[in-house]
């Protein structure tokens, strides 16, 4: 998959063992593919606050689809694989219109791997009426639910967006929603400040330098959304590099050390905020993406949730990068054995719905395997 931070294609190759309730879920390998520089500038000409036109659309739409086939061929390494899942690229979403688009051709992936792909999982979501989002919970559910303790799941990547999952919980069971900002304004902030030399705020090393400049941060927490009860979603549309320019007069005094600590802040903010709306005090605080790399942001929770355990996923042998491609990994076999994958309560939708398309490639082969493997 890819998605809002625009950081590369995240590929992981692995191994299910379903079960009636779960899954066992073995990474093989990962990796992550970064966009060649070409691609990557083409694609942020169609994304928000831009507007591509639909022949650019298109030509991206196919392009995409080879860059995801590179990915899925490498990190498969001459292994024989069953299925691939693709999230694709998303370039619009509209929550609350039920609207949303994923690009890269699953049938470009089909051709160059030679096997079915499973795609456009959030579709039968918005067309059930909802959001089409957030679809991860349904597989923090199932790799994550305990007797034992309270959980919460949070991935930080572009977006920023939390599971909260009590001890005993089914996946019907969980609360779910996008917080806000992940890494998008931080990534935002650091390109602009720094004309392009550096993309990202590696490992947080940019905040840790800085202050929180704290008349800043409280008017950037007036954003509705942050207030706006769950089923919420959000991305680029909201919180792309137009909503810094929104607010350029509160930065333009700030050092690039003081904006990227102000903005960090902003994320740490506002999921702390969204765990203590929603989980039980004492829960512990799983965090993956590329947000659980942000010394800055970590802390920030930390110092937030004192109350709480904060940790990286890999704490539960879940790699902090490779999570939500396992996971779409784990909604592609649901889709294959023809069962529901998202959660109503949480994304809006009237009903549960069999999510995503299927690219067929020697399917009855396939579909036998699945459930040869489901009755074992």
């Known amino acids: 998959m890819s998605g809002t931070s625009l950081d590369g294609i995240d590929a992981a190759l692995v191994r299910l063992h379903p079960a009636r309730a779960s899954y ?24 928000p606050p831009n507007q591509g036109t639909v022949a650019q659309a298109a030509h991206l739409h196919h392009d995409l689809g080879y860059a995801f086939a590179q990915a899925a061929a ?7 694989i069953d299925f691939v899942a693709s999230h694709g690229q998303t370039i619009w979403h509209d929550g609350e219109a039920h609207v949303t688009l994923q690009l890269g051709d699953a049938f470009v992936i089909r051709e160059h791997v030679g096997a079915s ?4 999982f959030r579709s039968a979501d918005c067309a059930a009426g909802g959001h089409g989002a957030p679809l991860v919970p349904y597989v923090d559910a199932l790799l994550l639910a305990s007797e ?45 400040r720094s004309s392009g030399t550096m993309t990202f705020d590696r490992n947080g090393a940019v905040a840790r330098g800085g202050r929180v400049h704290e008349p800043a941060l409280r008017a950037l927490m007036q954003d509705p959304y942050f207030a706006a009860p769950p089923p919420k979603t959000t991305g680029r549309e909201r ?6 320019r929104a607010h350029e007069t509160l930065f333009a005094r700030l050092s690039i050390e003081d904006g990227a600590a102000t903005l960090a802040a902003l994320t740490a903010a ?18 993956s993406g590329g947000g659980a790399h942000n010394a800055a942001i970590l802390q920030g929770l930390q110092e937030r949730l004192q109350r709480f355990t904060v940790e990286r996923s890999d704490a539960m042998n879940l790699h902090p990068d490779a999570k939500e491609a396992m996971a779409f990994a784990v909604l592609g076999y649901e889709t294959l054995r023809g069962r529901a994958g998202n959660v109503p309560s949480v994304t ?3 009903h549960p719905a069999v999510l995503g398309a299927i690219a067929p490639y020697e399917l009855p082969a396939l579909l036998a395997k699945v459930q040869g493997e489901c009755r074992a």
């Open 117 to 120: 792909v499973c795609y456009d």
């Open 239 to 244: 919180f792309g590099a137009q909503f810094l």
């Open 148 to 192: 034992e303790e309270d959980r919460v799941a949070v991935n930080i990547g572009g977006i920023a967006n939390l599971t909260a999952i009590p001890r005993t919980a089914n996946a019907s069971g969980v609360v779910a929603f996008d917080s806000g900002p992940g890494n998008m304004l931080i990534d935002a902030f650091i390109r602009e």
């Open 74 to 80: 490498q990190v498969a390494d001459d292994m024989p």
């Open 24 to 47: 066992r879920i073995d990474l093989l390998n990962f990796l992550t593919q970064p966009f060649e520089d070409e691609l990557l500038d083409r694609l942020r000409a169609v994304l």
């Open 348 to 350: 809006g939708a009237a």
């Open 270 to 287: 506002t999921i702390a905020d969204a765990v203590l709306a929603v989980a039980p005090e004492g829960a512990r605080v799983l965090v």
